[in-house]
């Protein structure tokens, strides 16, 4: 929000609303043009179940990056596992702010987790820390997106006569959308 603010130049109170709606939108058409899930997931109290698509056997690929991985199992078993280095002659290891969990011995049958995964909401809260970096360049075209879903972004042209004037930004601009084009993964499965 306060990117938001500042990138508008617009800090009304009364507008809260329409930018918070604003944000929500671009949100989900960064993670749409992106084909990947960037937003925070927390299976802390119950599982997600990997899609057996996702299992390649030595190593699972999540549609999300990990924070934090508290519980594995496999077809109902709990597996031995932990941070990559953490553990030794572990059932499974991974590295925080990636989408994998290596096996030493391969995946197979159901596998389930419990953890935290995606991008954290607040980095001052330790529930979600440490946080994976987003990349600057989706931060950058959520703002933008926002700014132009909002209806508030305004740039400066020159007009004709030579002087500056304020014009509204009603579209999401063709570099932002380009980049996150660029960016898009073809699906998270390898």
């Given amino acids: ?16 609303l329409k930018l918070e709606e604003a944000i929500n939108a671009a949100s989900r058409m960064v993670d749409q043009r992106l084909g990947s899930s960037v937003w925070f997931q927390n299976y802390s109290a119950s599982f ?13 690929v999540l549609p999300f990056p990990i924070i934090t991985l508290t519980e594995l199992t496999q077809d109902g078993e709990a597996l031995t596992g932990g941070a990559y280095g953490e ?14 969990i290596n096996s030493a011995g391969g995946f197979t049958g159901v596998i389930k987790i419990k ?7 607040d980095e001052n809260d330790p529930d979600n820390l440490p946080p994976p970096t987003l ?7 959520a703002i933008k997106i926002a700014a132009a879903l909002s209806g508030l972004w305004k740039k400066t ?4 006569g030579g002087e500056n004037e304020a014009v509204l930004v009603q579209a999401v601009p063709n570099d932002v959308l380009a980049r996150l084009r660029n960016m898009r993964l073809t699906s998270h499965r390898l």
């Fill in 48 to 60: 997600y179940t990997v899609d057996p698509r996702d299992n390649i056997g030595a190593f699972i």
């Fill in 1 to 16: 929000m306060i990117q938001l603010r500042n990138f508008i130049g617009n800090d009304d109170p009364e507008l809260e």
């Fill in 157 to 160: 042209s020159r007009s004709f």
């Fill in 87 to 100: 553990i030794e002659d572990a059932d499974y290891t991974f590295t925080v702010g990636t989408r994998t």
């Fill in 115 to 121: 953890g935290t995964f995606g991008y954290a909401l």
């Fill in 135 to 141: 990349h600057p360049d989706i931060n950058d075209a």
